[in-house]
Nanobody, 123 residues
Framework: QVQLVESGGGLVQTGGSLRLSCTSP???????MGWFRQAPGKERNIVAS????????FYSDSVKGRFTISRDNAKDTVYLQMNSLQPEETAVYYC?????????????????WGQGTQVTVSS
């Protein structure tokens, strides 16, 4: 069992930045990692994902150029740097781990999930 713990959420003004972190006591260096978000009343959607060695990344169209996913396998930690945040990006952000080899964007492909961290962007 992989326990994922997110941190770094909070309240930020429009145009501001936050950096989310996700770590696991058991280690995540072998896994594809993804960040998803779920706004109130909406489905959970992929934001970004990264291969086990950081060599490949994926970003949803809405965050390209503003968000950066990265990982430090020595620390078993994945990050999501979010810049130029907008009110419509208010959501619970989830970290997820995929034990498969491909860089998946599908929620169902991810095997382990964190509890989520709230990000609120005020207008």
């Amino acid at each position: 069992q992989v326990q994922l713990v997110e941190s770094g959420g909070g309240l930020v003004q429009t145009g501001g930045s936050l950096r989310l972190s996700c770590t696991s006591p058991g280690g995540i260096r072998a896994y594809v990692m993804g960040w998803f978000r779920q706004a109130p009343g909406k489905e959970r959607n992929i934001v970004a994902s990264i291969s086990w060695n950081g060599g490949r990344t994926f970003y949803s169209d809405s965050v390209k150029g503003r968000f950066t996913i990265s990982r430090d396998n020595a620390k078993d930690t994945v990050y999501l740097q979010m810049n130029s945040l907008q009110p419509e990006e208010t959501a619970v952000y989830y970290c997820a781990a995929d034990t498969g080899a491909s860089l998946s964007t599908r929620e169902g492909d991810y095997d382990y999930w964190g509890q989520g961290t709230q990000v609120t962007v005020s207008s």
